[in-house]
Each structure stands twice: as C-alpha cells, then as structure tokens.
C-alpha cells in the first residue's frame, strides 16, 4: 500500500514522518519524496490519525490521481531546483514528461487544475525562493547563483527576481543585511524578512 503525503519535500519532513510511521507502529519498505510504501494495509481509522499527527508539521496525506500528480511534480521541481546545479540540458517540459512518464500537456493541465497555478509560474517562483537563499548566504556571486539556478545569465535572473520580488538582487540582499541588524522585520514585496 501506499501512502502519499503533501508538502513532504525534504530530508526534515522525510524524518518526520518516519518518527509518525513508527510512533502509529506503521511498517514501511521505503520513504522517498511524496510516498511512503506500507509494508501491509493501514487500517483507516490509523491514517485518519496519521494524517491528524503529519498536520502539526506541515503535512498531510493526499489522495486522489490528480493531487498526488501535482504534489509529484511540485517534487520534480522542488529536486530540480535545489539538487542540480548549472544549466538544464533539456526544457523544463521535456525533463518533467521524461521523469513523471506523463505527457507535459496532461502535466501541466492537472497542476494548473489543482494548484491553481501554472508550472512554469511554480517554476520560476522556486527558483527565486532558491536565489534569496543563496544571496542571503553571501558565499556566492550573481554569476555563480544564476549558474546553478538554471539562469542563462545575470542579467536574466535579474530581471526575473524584480520582476517577482519587485527589487534587484543586490537590493534584497542589502534590505536583508540591514534587517539582521535593526530589530523587527522588513517587508518585501509580501515576503517578510526578519531579523
């Protein structure tokens, strides 16, 4: 059987629900990015539980062809985003039909009917969540971020981070310093930098 859940899109949430599985004595063969493969049918009074105790951190299971594509995609992305650096070797749309098996019309069809939103807007706000991480860290240059956030050059992860934050790169950055030594938080563009 398995188990699908929301929002599971990394390590810490992996680790999360393996500590649900085992305090409801649920066994598994494998926990990767989205599924969880039971060992045996879960009584459903039990995932009812499961699904109560994975929403205090954020999760929760998802049923349903359609959402569990989406949140699958949502994974590709997310991986994509954060685990491969340096340019696609293919578009975007041919990577997400060649690892999800699906056609990109369909994929992209059933994301936008469940999330509400297109891929290539998810897309393009993850990678940008991905540059104020790095340009925040400070270890890296504009050139080195938009290499390894599949930005073709400078001057295009620009103007695509203006375009969704509403500031240049370099002034979310210094917004950002400055917030860490003035008490409170800065609001940019509806993201909330704290201090």
Known sequence: MNIYIKNMLCTR???VVKSQLEKF???YKAIDLVVVEASDDIPPEKLKLLDENLRQYGLELIEGRKNILAERIKTTIIELVYNSNGQLK???SDY???KLKYDYTYLSNT??????TTIEKFFINSKIERVKELLVYGELNLKEISYI???SSIGHLSNQFKKVTGLPPSQYKNLYIRSRHTPGQIAVNDTMLRA
């Not at 994301?111 to 509400?116: L, V």
């Open 25 to 27: 004595d649920i066994q």
């Open 90 to 92: 293919i578009n975007l």
């Open 96 to 98: 997400l039909s060649e």
């Open 13 to 15: 949430c992996k680790m």
């Open 111 to 116: 994301f936008s009917e469940i999330q509400g």
């Open 149 to 151: 956030t599949h930005y």
